[in-house]
């Protein structure tokens, strides 16, 4: 994925100001600060002189308006990055491309362990376009994919939908089920995302990526191929619901 600040004053040149981007609530950025810090989710800091370095969300204090990153103080390109003292953060949440600025950045030590700390920024930016959005369905839908394995016909497969959009959908496959090869065609599949929402598609595997060692199985992406024009409504409608729902969840 693209980790490269996005060009603001282009963008706002093109969609006439950046109102449709801009995430002022300081209860939703938070909130959202909360949810990377919580997913372990990896994220760049981009320095105005073009160095970087990864890090991830260590901690969110809101009493104190003030956030942490995981730090290696021997690393050479996070030290880079502080001789700038400011920089870009970007990283991606549900296909979301998230940016904000931190700014007085200060490497802290306590025992063994160092951390990155800085005021909460006062805004947050979101890039997404609808047509790609992807969201995680609400697990106690227990949204599946319903399908045959493609290698032994009479092997009935019901597997969890990791995340879903309109281009394609995450299914997590169990490691005692015979694993999938990639670019596999699966025909027939059954996608039962709701009590509403069910879609006839077919899929292909475009790749299979570990979890955690806990997960006990694997990733699989996979491209959703000539779905029906109503099929593809009701996702579209589902996706924008699902949407909907975790953005209450975030602020209740």
Not at 129 to 134: A, D, I, L, V
Not at 142 to 158: E, F, G, N, W, Y
Not at 185 to 199: A, F, K, M, S
């Amino acid at each position: 994925m693209d980790t490269m600040p996005m060009p603001l004053e282009e963008l706002a040149a093109t969609h006439g100001g950046l109102s449709e981007f801009r995430l002022t609530s300081a209860v939703e950025i938070a909130a959202t600060l909360q949810r990377l810090c919580e997913g372990n989710v990896a994220m760049n800091l981009n320095a105005p002189d073009g160095s970087f370095c990864t890090v991830q969300l260590w901690t969110v204090d809101k009493g104190r308006g003030t956030i942490s990153f995981s730090a290696n103080a021997d690393d050479p390109q996070l030290q880079a990055v502080l001789q700038c003292d400011e920089a870009v953060v970007v990283c991606y949440l549900d296909s979301v491309k998230l940016q904000f600025d931190v700014h007085d950045l200060v490497l802290v030590h306590s025992g063994l362990s160092s951390a990155l700390k800085c005021n909460m920024p006062a805004e947050m930016f979101r890039f997404q376009r609808r047509g790609s959005f992807r969201v995680r369905p609400i697990l106690r839908n227990a949204p599946v994919a319903k399908l045959r394995h493609p290698m032994i016909p009479d092997m009935q497969l019901s597997l969890r939908i990791l995340d879903v959009s309109i281009g394609g959908c995450a299914l997590f496959l169990p490691e005692d089920v015979p694993p999938l090869p990639l670019g596999v065609t699966l025909n027939g599949v059954t996608l039962e995302l709701d009590l509403d929402t069910r879609l006839q598609t077919t899929l292909r595997l475009q790749h299979v990526s570990s979890i955690n060692v806990e997960a006990k199985g694997v990733r699989l992406g996979c491209e959703m191929i000539a779905p029906s024009r109503g099929g593809l409504r009701d996702l579209q409608n589902f996706i924008d619901q699902t949407q909907k729902k975790r953005r209450l969840m975030v602020l209740s």
